[in-house]
């Protein structure tokens, strides 16, 4: 049963449109984004979506962003160092995702993840604005559960994903009418293509 999660929400229509569709709802409250809210637009989101609710943050530390935030899940989107990991081992029930470039630089930080932790795991370009490394990705989703793919899926492209059969796929960019601003009708677009694969695989 492959997942969505529609990321970079930052209108509350959006949130609601996408739950329909999506699940997980992507927020991103770091200020290096131009997909950035503060960090309050998540609680006035949660109560109206229904789905649980990603905080995604670039920079800051582990405690700090945990801190801040009422969200279901805890998404950072950097390489973290050992120290940071045994961090988000520190919080027991809280469910964090882990972003893991698509290069096999990282092979061995993301057998570390999967060795040490039971979090998600998301396979992303390793250089903003560039699609991810399929073939890395296909080699990963075969060594763990957990994985998601991001990074250039469109309603156009998403079944060159779907075929890797992950456990998630991560859009943002690929479901806007321009940034921050989501396209209501890519989302269903998103969704179409990805039921029969929920239903069949």
């Not at 990705?137 to 060594?143: G, Q, S, T, Y």
């Not at 559960?145 to 456990?167: A, C, D, M, Q, S």
């Amino acid at each position: 049963m492959i997942k969505i999660k529609f990321c970079g929400i930052s209108h509350v229509e959006d949130a609601i449109i996408a739950s329909r569709y999506a699940d997980f709802i992507g927020i991103v409250t770091d200020p290096v984004s131009p997909r950035f809210v503060k960090p309050e637009f998540i609680d006035i989101v949660k109560p109206l979506v229904g789905k649980p609710v990603v905080n995604v943050k670039v920079n800051g530390k582990i405690e700090e962003i945990v801190k801040e935030t009422n969200a279901d899940y805890v998404q950072i989107h950097r390489v973290l160092t050992v120290e940071e990991l045994e961090t988000t081992l520190s919080y027991g029930e809280k469910k964090f995702i882990l972003y893991v470039p698509s290069s096999l630089k990282y092979e061995e930080y993301f057998n570390l993840i999967v060795k040490k932790t039971n979090h998600l795991i998301l396979i992303d370009s390793e250089k903003k604005g560039e699609k991810v490394n399929l073939d890395i990705a296909r080699k990963w989703v075969k060594e763990y559960e957990k994985v998601g793919i991001g990074g250039g899926i469109t309603p156009e492209n998403v079944e060159e994903f779907l075929r890797l059969e992950p456990y998630w796929l991560d859009i943002s960019s690929g479901i806007e009418k321009f940034k921050s601003k989501k396209d209501h009708d890519k989302m269903i677009k998103i969704a179409e293509k990805v039921k029969p694969w929920i239903f069949t695989q």
